[in-house]
Every structure is written in C-alpha cells, then in structure tokens.
C-alpha cells in the first residue's frame, strides 16, 4: 500500500522546528500588546463572498488561488486566502466598534492559497498579522509599520527594505487607472497576454508582472504618485514625516501596487535582502483600506482601517536559527522488572512532583533495562538521573546521579525537589 503523504505545499512542523514557531508567534502577541494590540481568532473557512467582495474579483487570489467547495448544504465556502477580509467580517458581525473607538487587532494562523509550490511559497502557509480601525490618521500607519518594524528587529532580522507607496483614495485612483489604460493600450502589442488581458480589468496589477515582455512598458508607465490628489498627497507626506521622525528607514516605489484590490491610499511591502529567500522575498506586506468596511458592511458604514501581515515561513527562512538555551532536564529511571509494579509506582508519582515544580522530567514506562534507560537519559542531555529501585523505595530514598558532576548521592525522598532545585541553580 503506497505511503499516504501531506497534500503537495501543506507542510508538517516536527517538534524540532515547533519551539521556533511557537517562540516567535508568542513574541509577535508580545510585540503588538505593546503597541496595544489584542488577538482575534476568526475560522478558518468563511462564504466565499467575504473574500471575492473583500479581496477582490479581479485578483489572483480569487480568479485562480482560492480552495473552494460547497457544504453539505450547498453553500460556497473557501479556506481563508488572508485574514484581512476575515477581521473586518468579525468586527463587524460583532460591532466591535461601539465598545471601542479604536480597534487594534492581531492574528495569527494558517491561510490557503493553490499557488505553484516554491521555496517560501506554499499552499497552506502562516500569516501574523495586525489590523487598526477607526483611525484615519497617518500616524496609524506609521505606527503600524512602526510595530512591524519593531517585530522584525525583535527577530534579529536586519537585513530588510520597507518599500511603501500611495495609490490614493477612489478619485485619484481611477485618474491613474486611466493614465495607465492609456499608456498601455499604446503599446498593448509588446505586452505578454496575461497583462493584455489584465489592461481591460485590472490594469495596476501590469506594473507587479515579472514577464521579461512586460518590463520595457512598464519603465515609461506614468508613477500613481502624479495623480495623487492634494488630500492623497498630503496624507503620504504625513506617512513619510513621522517615518523620519521615528527613524525609521523607508524606500518610495511608485511602482508599489499590491495584489489585493482593497487597498487605498498607503501600501507598503517589507523585502528580505540578505538573499536567504531568492526569489520568494517579500516577508510582508499591507496597507490601508479605508473603504473594505463599506464593500462588506454597506453604505451606511465607513470605517478607516490599516494593517499588515507577514508570512511566518518567510520569517523563519530568514531569521538566523540560534540553539534555543538548553532545559534543566531530569529523566527518572524505575530500576524494577516488570512484576515490581510497586516502584514503576513510585517512579509515576516521584516524576509528577517534578513536573508539578516545574521540571522537564522523562520517564521510561517500559520496563527496559537499567542500561538503556540510562543510555536514553543522556541521549537526552538529562543534567540530573534519578534512579528508583526496590531498596530506594523501601528506605524512602532516591539516588541522585548529577551528571555533569558525575557524582551520585542519596536524597531522602521529600527533599530530592529541593536538591534539584540547588542543582539547577548552579546551571544557570
Ligand atoms: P499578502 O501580501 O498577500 O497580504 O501576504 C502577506 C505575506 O504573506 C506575504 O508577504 C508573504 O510573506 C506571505 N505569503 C503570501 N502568500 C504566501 C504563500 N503562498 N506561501 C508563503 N507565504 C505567503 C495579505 O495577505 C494582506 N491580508 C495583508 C494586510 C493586512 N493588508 C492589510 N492588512
């Protein structure tokens, strides 16, 4: 029978690599509750309407990525492409803005997407993301970013660009879009079909295209920044004066233009360029979206809102990998065959004391020897052995073999935590 394998771009994380994930989601929840951000957990599947409405018709995402299927009731659903569509559908379902003026939002979890398996591109992978609401003010985005920056040197990653850009708000955006219909239907000829097709629909999404025939049209594409109108203009001007102010590094690409269509005014993208990512570089990615609320909510609702997500794979492709400092380890070892039930017992109870203070304490139920039990307990890297047998038991001791020291003492039965906790002590 042929071995049955993870679905082609699902990966599995091994205990190995878990403590990573788990280490730099918890200091991503740390990070953002310093900037005054709480988690939100939303599903993993929603109706597929949230993200065709939310994301968008026209974008990759929902013409050719998304993992869709119908319930048991006929209804379309789809594994969640991204979480921005997904927090705004909560807020909103659960009105998160009348209990508070400004939400502040972190998530973190996996999103689906059937794109062609690649290094740091798979099809289901790991956002962290944070999510403002009710702040129109460009000190939301700098502080957005401020927080993703803030993440990112709190991972030890230093060698990263942030490229940002404005597309403006609706007039300013439909001004450009027609700038760009133009200057491309000019050269429409050179162009690669794919962006032939996108010139009609969705033409700001030929400026991200990577086709070698594309890349000469796109030197002379006029920049969104020339039609930006004067509140666009002004509100990026702010964005980037309290960047300066908190010093923090930025690049302005005017060819910036994301691939979801909900975005307004500020979009940024955070690129690895220490080269560990080839061509997979982008870690992050976000920007504001001051009229998702009024796509999904309707007319009478308008909320500004900004935020950012970063790809945890990518982030961990990237972060230098430091050996996480080694645990105080204990093995406990029942030197008993298998008809001295009455030590395995004592064995069982002495290893949850320790857990119960704290230790890391492994134990072998098997009834193996001795010999391997203390083969697996270095193996293990155990700093401290302790070893129950019938005589211990019965005299109310332990025999503690410290094995660093390679000294072994006895331990009467009630003290060996506190002996422990000496011994541990002088490791660190
Ligand atoms: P996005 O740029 O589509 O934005 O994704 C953000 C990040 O998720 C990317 O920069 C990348 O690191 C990671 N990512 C995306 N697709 C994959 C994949 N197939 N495999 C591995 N990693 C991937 C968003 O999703 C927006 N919701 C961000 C946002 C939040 N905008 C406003 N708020």
Same mark, same amino acid.
Request: no cysteine; hydrophobic share 40%; aromatic share 0%.
């Given at each position: 029978m042929a071995l049955l394998q993870a679905v082609t771009g699902m990966n599995d994380v091994l205990p190995a690599e878990a403590g990573r994930w788990r280490s730099l989601e918890a200091r991503f929840f740390e990070t953002a509750a310093r900037y005054g951000f709480r988690e939100v957990r939303t599903p993993l599947c929603e109706y597929t309407e949230l993200f065709s409405r939310g994301v968008g018709e026209g974008t990759d995402i929902v013409e050719k990525e998304m993992y869709v299927f119908d319930d048991r009731g006929g209804r379309a659903l789809a594994l969640r492409p991204e979480g921005t569509a997904s927090a705004v559908r909560c807020a909103l379902e659960h009105a998160a803005l009348e209990r508070e003026p400004v939400v502040r939002w972190a998530y973190a979890g996996a999103m689906f997407r059937a794109e062609k398996p690649a290094r740091g591109r798979f099809r289901q992978f790991h956002q962290v993301g944070a999510e403002v609401y009710g702040d129109a003010s460009p000190a939301a985005d700098a502080e957005v970013l401020d927080l993703l920056v803030a993440f990112l040197r709190s991972l030890g990653l230093g060698a990263f660009e942030l490229r940002v850009n404005s597309l403006g708000q609706r007039g300013s955006r439909q001004r450009y879009r027609d700038a760009l219909v133009a200057h491309f239907s000019a050269v429409a000829q050179e162009l690669s079909p794919e962006s032939r097709e996108r010139l009609g629909r969705n033409p700001l999404r030929i400026l991200d295209s990577k086709d070698p025939r594309d890349q000469t049209p796109k030197l002379t594409a006029p920049s969104v920044l020339d039609h930006l109108d004067d509140e666009d203009r002004a509100h990026f001007a702010r964005v980037r004066a309290y960047l300066d102010a908190l010093g923090t590094p930025y690049r302005v690409d005017p060819t910036l233009v994301r691939g979801l269509d909900y975005y307004t005014r500020t979009v940024f993208e955070v690129v690895d360029t220490? +080269?560990? @990512? +080839? /061509?997979?570089? /982008? @870690?992050g990615g976000g920007g504001r979206y001051d009229n998702l609320f009024t796509e999904l909510g309707g007319d009478g609702v308008s909320v500004p809102a900004v935020g950012f997500a970063l790809g945890v794979e990518r982030l961990l492709l990237a972060q230098p990998v430091k050996d996480p400092p080694a645990p105080f380890r204990v093995a406990v070892v029942a030197a008993a065959r298998e008809t001295d039930q009455a030590v395995l017992a004592s064995a069982l109870s002495l290893a949850r004391e320790l857990r119960e203070a704290g230790l890391e304490t492994h134990l072998d139920t098997r009834f193996v020897s001795m010999k391997s039990q203390l083969r697996r307990a270095d193996d293990l890297g155990a700093r401290a052995v302790l070893i129950v047998g019938r005589s211990e038991l019965e005299a109310g001791t332990v025999a503690v073999k410290d094995m660093a020291a390679h000294a072994q003492t006895v331990v009467p039965r009630g003290a060996v935590a506190a002996h422990l906790r000496a011994l541990s002590g002088s490791q660190e």
């Open positions: 220490s +080269g560990s @990512l +080839g /061509a997979q570089d /982008a @870690l």
